[in-house]
């Protein structure tokens, strides 16, 4: 009889019956991108399961509303509407008076002891205002049920630095199928990326136009995609703040000249591809251009030692190369940055041979990109950006997505103490990686000596470092000679 009632228990709480699971505080935020402010006070408030939502200029049947109480029933809350903000705990509302600091996809959190107000200029900024209070969320929101969660009394005022924040995908070597094509766009949006640009097969005009023109030949070949299912992408990203625009396969990049031609809703562009000169050189011709050096955004190259990797294409790109990408670097002429619209990372998928191995790509460099195009230069922070990847690894795991770990090979910094000694300081781009090393010219093992901070070497040591992460050797054995 007592298994009977635990079960029937057990029943009710997931029907909601009964309070379950546990309270939770947050404490920290580990918000991507970095926001543009933000302060925590010594208050709180506390969201409980049954999420009253008020709206204020939003329509209840807008995109952005239904995303909204979609995401926070995926999260195991109970949302609903009410008339008043006064009976709510979380205000969405469309400022009535235009804040001129947020623009169009700005946007301010507050949370109050007396409730949670995002308020935004458009819906556009309110969609980016839910993503980042989804990351205010613990991670695990999805897979566990809260009783009750405490957040800390905070203001978030952001807005991006660029308005063109770009993502690509080619798609005409091989055919992508649309569901994987939405989990990028759900991806970018949650990373406020907000233009896709996806490289179809010849002869497909991606167009509002062409999406109810009839193309009776496009399902000839497995690349290509249907009226329909271009139609479905272009909807499903519109309600994502995304805008899909096109590249066909007869387009061609002009590597020479670091250049591609396009002509999008906003007007003719350039996409430099080599170095950030190039886009510079594009711009003071008077050119609108977007910047996508493949030294920084080209996702389809390796991302550690290619030992330990998948096939990729030629070249190295780490999470930390990645992430010091600048479309505008300091010092860059003000009427260069003018005509910079933003930047791009780039897909290309010749030896990328499914969705997975693109995700894992893609995963976890295209955070370090979104951080690149939307923060503030100087609200950029490597040290704290690489931990906040190890938090969203676990929102990356819930999701479903295949990523990276990232590169373990070991990054030194040598500082001379005298004529005979140097101190080194050993850290790999993961945080959490234990670096076992040996001075006497054995190989490293597990029980080799651990190490805990920087340590003081005679010149001419030889030293043997074994990055381990997760209780599993990820890389070589490196070997380096003090100098």
Not at 56 to 77: C, D, E, F, W
Not at 246 to 264: N, V
Not at 415 to 444: C, K, L, M, W
Not at 450 to 472: A, E, M, Q, S
Request: charged share 20%; aromatic share 10%.
């Amino acid at each position: 009889m007592k298994k009977y009632l635990i079960a029937f228990f057990a029943l009710m709480c997931m029907a909601g019956f009964y309070s379950c699971g546990r309270t939770v505080t947050v404490t920290e935020f580990d918000i991507v991108p970095e926001p543009v402010f933000m302060v925590k006070k010594d208050g709180s408030y506390t969201l409980d399961r049954t999420v009253a939502i008020a709206t204020s200029g939003l329509g209840q049947n807008s995109p952005t509303a239904k995303y909204i109480m979609n995401s926070l029933r995926h999260s195991h809350l109970r949302p609903s509407l009410v008339a008043r903000s006064e009976e709510s705990d979380i205000d969405l509302i469309i400022n009535d008076t235009i804040n001129p600091e947020l623009g169009d996809e700005g946007y301010l959190i507050e949370v109050r002891q007396t409730g949670i107000r995002l308020s935004a200029n458009t819906e556009t900024g309110l969609f980016y205002a839910y993503q980042t209070f989804s990351q205010m969320m613990p991670a695990d929101i999805e897979e566990h049920i809260y009783r009750s969660i405490i957040l800390p009394e905070c203001t978030i005022l952001d807005y991006p630095r660029f308005a063109w924040r770009g993502a690509h995908l080619q798609a005409d070597r091989q055919r992508f199928s649309v569901k994987f094509i939405k989990k990028y766009l759900d991806l970018m949006a949650t990373y406020k990326l907000n233009r896709l640009l996806l490289q179809l097969p010849d002869s497909i005009t991606f167009s509002p136009d062409s999406l109810t023109d009839s193309t009776a030949d496009l399902n000839l070949s497995d690349h290509r995609y249907s009226d329909a299912e271009l139609a479905d992408i272009a909807d499903y990203a519109a309600s994502l703040s995304i805008l899909v625009q096109q590249l066909d396969s007869s387009f061609r990049w002009d590597d020479s000249l670091s250049t591609a031609y396009s002509t999008p809703d906003d007007g003719r562009y350039i996409l430099a591809r080599q170095s950030l000169a190039s886009a510079h050189r594009a711009a003071r011709l008077g050119n609108h251009v977007i910047v996508c050096p493949d030294e920084f955004c080209q996702l389809d190259r390796y991302q550690s030692n290619p030992r330990y990797q998948p096939q990729a294409s030629d070249g190295l790109l780490t999470l930390a190369k990645a992430y010091q990408f600048d479309p505008a670097p300091q010092g860059t002429n003000k009427y260069v940055v003018q005509s910079i619209l933003g930047g791009l990372s780039t897909l290309w998928t010749d030896n990328i041979a499914s969705s997975s191995a693109a995700e894992y790509m893609l995963l976890p460099r295209l955070l370090a990109i979104s951080e690149d195009l939307w923060s503030p230069r100087n609200n950029k922070d490597w040290n704290r950006f690489r931990k906040k990847v190890e938090l969203h690894k676990q929102r990356l795991d819930n999701h479903g997505y295949t990523y990276c770990e990232g590169s373990f090979t070991p990054l030194f910094r040598a500082t001379r103490v005298d004529d005979h000694t140097t101190n080194i300081a050993i850290e790999t781009e993961v945080p959490s990686t234990y670096i076992f090393y040996t001075t006497d010219g054995s190989t490293p093992t597990r029980n080799s000596q651990v190490y805990l901070g920087p340590i003081n070497l005679h010149r001419g040591t030889h030293i043997k470092i074994l990055p381990v992460y997760k209780d599993h050797e990820r890389d070589s054995v490196y070997e380096f000679i003090i100098k």
